[in-house]
């Protein structure tokens, strides 16, 4: 759908700050849910995607990516985009390391800890 993105944005002067779909994300956040690093970088480097934003429940774009276990766009948002390993939270509160632990993503649990810094 980045085609689809890209016409929105360019054509209709689509906002990616104030419009909203599915669970009240923003494009940017749909994209680190779907595991778009692409269309992630675009969003914030070329048409000003806020990286504070969150969701309906209070997530924000790195939950969203370690969430489904991307872990090339956590890299990403960790040394680009300087998201927080240990002041970033989601729904009630929780770190992307514990939502890492919480979705089984072993893999990334050791890198965030043993790479990005992440507190135990």
């Known amino acids: 759908h980045k085609d689809l993105v890209r016409v929105l944005i360019k054509e209709f002067h689509f906002n990616v700050n104030t419009s909203r779909g599915n669970q009240g994300r923003t494009p940017l956040l749909e994209a680190c849910f779907r ?42 948002q960790i040394k680009e985009f300087h998201f927080n390993v240990n002041t970033s939270r989601g729904n009630q509160g929780k770190t992307p390391l514990l939502e890492a632990c919480l979705r089984g993503h072993t893999d990334l649990v050791r890198e965030l800890v043993n790479e990005h810094g992440a507190d135990l």
């Open 35 to 76: 595991g778009d690093t692409d269309l992630a970088r675009e969003l914030v480097n070329e048409h000003g995607a806020d990286l504070s934003s969150k969701d309906e429940y209070g997530d924000d774009a790195l939950i969203h990516s370690v969430y489904g276990g991307h872990k090339d766009l956590v890299r990403v």
